[in-house]
Nanobody, 118 residues
Framework: QVQVVESGGGLVQAGGSLRLSCAAS????????MRWVRQAPGKERERVAQ?????????ADSVKGRFTISRDDAKNEVFLQLHMNSLESEDTGVYYC??????????WGQGTQVTVSS
């Protein structure tokens, strides 16, 4: 079992910045990848950024150059952050921290709302 808790998010004007944080605990030694996934109203979930095996980082084309994902490992927790700059109204949505462990088992946080006003 892995427990995933997100924080951050909120309301920001277009062009502004926000930082999302995620803390994963439990069987963290089995983590394969950590991702930020968002869901805009009326749209399917979209993978925004990922840190995978070997710390390989990938971004969705829509956020490249604006968002930065990072990971910090502590003794009993793993922290994932998403720094979001130059936010656009299209970035509005619920952002989820997704942790993938051995066996391709996904764990999800509760989600945090990001609203960008134009």
């Amino acid at each position: 079992q892995v427990q995933v808790v997100e924080s951050g998010g909120g309301l920001v004007q277009a062009g502004g910045s926000l930082r999302l944080s995620c803390a994963a605990s439990g069987r963290i030694f089995t983590i394969i990848a950590m991702r930020w996934v968002r869901q805009a109203p009326g749209k399917e979930r979209e993978r925004v950024a990922q840190i995978g095996s070997g710390d390989r980082i990938t971004y969705a084309d829509s956020v490249k150059g604006r968002f930065t994902i990072s990971r910090d490992d502590a003794k009993n927790e793993v922290f994932l952050q998403l720094h979001m700059n130059s936010l656009e109204s299209e970035d509005t949505g619920v952002y989820y921290c997704n942790v993938l462990v051995g066996g391709a088992i996904p764990y999800w946080g509760q989600g945090t709302q990001v609203t960008v006003s134009s």
